[in-house]
Protein backbone atom coordinates (compact mmCIF):
# COMPACT_ATOMS: atom_id res chain seq x y z
CA UNK A 1 0.00 0.00 0.00
CA UNK A 2 1.26 3.41 -0.65
CA UNK A 3 2.44 5.50 2.00
CA UNK A 4 2.31 9.19 1.72
CA UNK A 5 4.24 11.51 3.80
CA UNK A 6 1.53 14.33 4.87
CA UNK A 7 1.04 17.20 7.30
CA UNK A 8 -1.88 15.70 9.86
CA UNK A 9 -3.45 18.76 11.44
CA UNK A 10 -4.92 16.54 14.05
CA UNK A 11 -0.78 14.92 15.15
CA UNK A 12 0.18 18.74 14.47
CA UNK A 13 3.10 17.21 12.47
CA UNK A 14 4.11 15.14 9.56
CA UNK A 15 2.81 12.03 9.51
CA UNK A 16 2.59 8.84 6.80
CA UNK A 17 -0.75 8.44 5.77
CA UNK A 18 -1.91 5.67 3.48
CA UNK A 19 -4.60 4.93 1.59
CA UNK A 20 -7.66 3.25 3.60
CA UNK A 21 -10.03 0.39 1.74
CA UNK A 22 -12.26 2.18 -0.63
CA UNK A 23 -15.62 1.74 -0.38
CA UNK A 24 -16.49 3.67 -3.68
CA UNK A 25 -14.14 1.59 -5.56
CA UNK A 26 -12.22 4.30 -6.64
CA UNK A 27 -8.71 2.53 -6.46
CA UNK A 28 -6.05 4.37 -6.77
CA UNK A 29 -8.23 7.62 -7.87
CA UNK A 30 -9.45 7.37 -4.08
CA UNK A 31 -9.16 10.86 -3.13
CA UNK A 32 -9.38 9.74 0.72
CA UNK A 33 -6.27 9.35 2.95
CA UNK A 34 -5.91 8.30 6.62
CA UNK A 35 -3.13 9.10 9.14
CA UNK A 36 -1.12 5.89 9.90
CA UNK A 37 -0.90 7.36 13.46
CA UNK A 38 -4.44 8.60 14.24
CA UNK A 39 -6.56 7.65 12.38
CA UNK A 40 -7.93 10.60 10.94
CA UNK A 41 -9.11 11.12 7.69
CA UNK A 42 -8.36 14.27 4.85
CA UNK A 43 -9.54 14.27 1.49
CA UNK A 44 -6.80 14.53 -1.34
CA UNK A 45 -9.41 15.61 -3.89
CA UNK A 46 -8.62 19.35 -4.31
CA UNK A 47 -4.96 18.78 -4.98
CA UNK A 48 -6.06 16.43 -7.88
CA UNK A 49 -8.18 18.78 -9.60
CA UNK A 50 -6.96 18.91 -12.95
CA UNK A 51 -7.10 22.76 -13.03
CA UNK A 52 -4.88 22.84 -9.76
CA UNK A 53 -1.94 21.12 -11.14
CA UNK A 54 -0.38 23.24 -13.51
CA UNK A 55 -0.13 27.21 -14.22
CA UNK A 56 -3.48 28.70 -14.49
CA UNK A 57 -1.86 31.94 -16.64
CA UNK A 58 1.51 32.87 -16.96
CA UNK A 59 3.19 35.59 -15.59
CA UNK A 60 2.97 38.38 -17.19
CA UNK A 61 5.53 39.12 -19.81
CA UNK A 62 8.69 39.73 -17.95
CA UNK A 63 10.64 42.13 -19.01
CA UNK A 64 14.50 41.54 -18.55
CA UNK A 65 16.34 44.23 -16.38
CA UNK A 66 18.60 45.26 -18.72
ZN1 LIG B 1 -2.58 12.14 12.63
Do not use: N, Y
Not at 20 to 32: K, S, T
Not at 37 to 65: F, H, K, N, T, V
Amino acid sequence: MAVTIRHCSTCGDERPFERPPCADEHGDLCPELACADCGAAILIAALLEPWQSGPAELPAASSRAA
